[in-house]
């Protein structure tokens, strides 16, 4: 994690940031399966309630100069603005950037459940009023699943800023559960 790239997403008078951000990611995303090496983590340093308009890609250079290689950005370039690949600062603190699954709808999980054959209509009939409905004002994109097609909102946490790097694996959102990235 010696070195990273920012891309901005560019303010456009037909699209929103937030769709723009959703489309870039989603590219990514796509990316970073086709690449599966787990070596690119990624942070919004402008997140508030939204996740802003500038997505950092860290990692070392050889592995962000793969990346580029692909084009991944294509159809996009018109949208978006990125610097070159640089080194990550000498002062920085480090981060760890998840994902975050929220159980928003007891009723859909349940019929899913009774669907695979883990529960009987019956117990999930019975389960539905134990279940708490759980929120979050976590920044979000939305997301399409390529598998099914159904639209989701992919929660992302910002972790406790540390003062040691914590390595790992990431996943292909370029995400990781433990693993951090740098912060500045």
Partial sequence: MDHYLEIRVAPDPEFKEEMLMAALFAKLHRALGARGKGDIGVSFPEFRHKPGGCLRLHGSGA??????AMQWRKGLNDYCQSTAILPVPDAVAWRCVSRVQVKSSPER???????????????????VALIQVEQTDLPWLNMRSLSTGQSFKLFIRHGEIVDAPVPGLFSSYGLSPTATVPWF
């Fill in 63 to 68: 592995s962000l100069q793969a990346l580029e």
């Fill in 109 to 127: 999980l349940l019929r899913r459940s009774v669907k695979k054959g883990w529960l009987t209509e019956e117990e999930a009939q019975a389960r």
